[in-house]
């Protein structure tokens, strides 16, 4: 496998970003990269991003959900921000970006975690989260989905698949951006380019939308649907935040809430923004996030 790493030079004085780098080797020798904030005693939050985003998706959470006496562990998923890139689309799978994720909790130890899912995400979180159920102690779902190949995809989906698969120009900060109802500043959009000096770094974000089950002959549907099968017997605390413009995963909200127990008698909301609700409404979000946590005593 041919492993790229971003320069560290990339990264240097990005925009909201102080965080402090921290590192594992995972088991295949790629580097991941991952946020951990707050008080190791803590409750902990798990923050997952998506595509074609990275943890400074979560800038102005962080130091928010740390205020109100959390630990806030955020990763980002190999092929994206500060851990390694394999440089081939064949490298990347769906299964093995399950893996990479549970080596980075169980390197962390991490013990009833809340897990805040966004876009990816939740394909991957939630697949975590029914491996070994009594590990996790609540969801926070948002603008996520777990498909299983059984029910068509929107058209939107559809169109940005095509899209990474063919487009000459892959610009991954302008894909933010259309997906987000505020102006990024120009800062922002080169923090969001930051991870990809060049083409062949963004192997892994053009292969991602080609990952997701879209019929029933992919080869994770059956785990997914394996997954919903516990996720249909889950009583724990479950939160919906879902924007209202967001034409990708638009009703998944609804879904969540008619299948999975631990929805009912939660005050999920619907949030004004685009897919990437992180970048439209962070405060608006990590109020609700507490709101839920002090309801439901976790902090």
Request: proline share 7%; with cysteine; glycine share 6%.
């Amino acid at each position: 496998m041919k492993i790229l790493r971003t320069p560290k030079s990339a990264f240097e004085n990005l925009k909201g970003f102080p965080f402090k780098e921290n590192y594992h080797t995972l088991a295949d020798a790629l580097r991941i990269h991952y946020l951990d904030e707050g008080n190791k005693k803590h409750p902990v939050v798990l923050l997952l991003h998506g595509e074609p985003s990275w943890s400074y998706l979560y800038r102005s959470m962080i130091p928010k959900l740390v205020a109100a006496g959390l630990r806030v562990v955020a990763p980002d998923l190999v092929g994206f921000g500060k851990s390694d890139k394999p440089a081939e689309q064949a490298d990347y799978t769906y299964a093995k970006h399950i893996d990479w994720m549970q080596e980075v909790v169980d390197h962390l130890e991490l013990k009833n975690i809340n897990i805040f899912i966004q876009d990816w995400g939740g394909l991957i979180g939630l697949r975590l989260l029914t491996a070994n159920p009594d590990n996790f102690s609540s969801v926070v779902a948002a603008n996520t989905m777990l498909p299983t190949g059984s029910v068509s995809p929107p058209r939107a989906f559809l169109d940005w698949q095509n899209f990474a698969a063919t487009s000459p120009k892959f610009d991954v900060a302008t894909v933010l951006q259309r997906a987000t109802t505020t102006t990024l500043s120009d800062d922002i959009m080169a923090a969001y380019n930051a991870p990809f000096p060049t083409e062949e770094h963004k192997a892994g974000a053009r292969v991602f939308p080609a990952l997701v089950p879209t019929t029933e002959n992919d080869p994770e549907s059956d785990n997914n649907k394996k997954a919903w099968g516990i996720l249909t017997q889950w009583t724990k605390p479950f939160l919906c935040l879902f924007s209202d413009q967001d034409p990708i995963t638009k009703g998944g909200d609804q879904v969540f809430q008619k299948l999975v127990p631990g929805t009912k008698d939660q005050d999920h909301q619907t949030i004004s923004g685009g897919h990437f609700l992180q970048e439209n409404s962070g405060p608006e979000i990590v109020a609700l996030m507490v709101q839920f946590y002090a309801k439901n005593k976790v902090i």
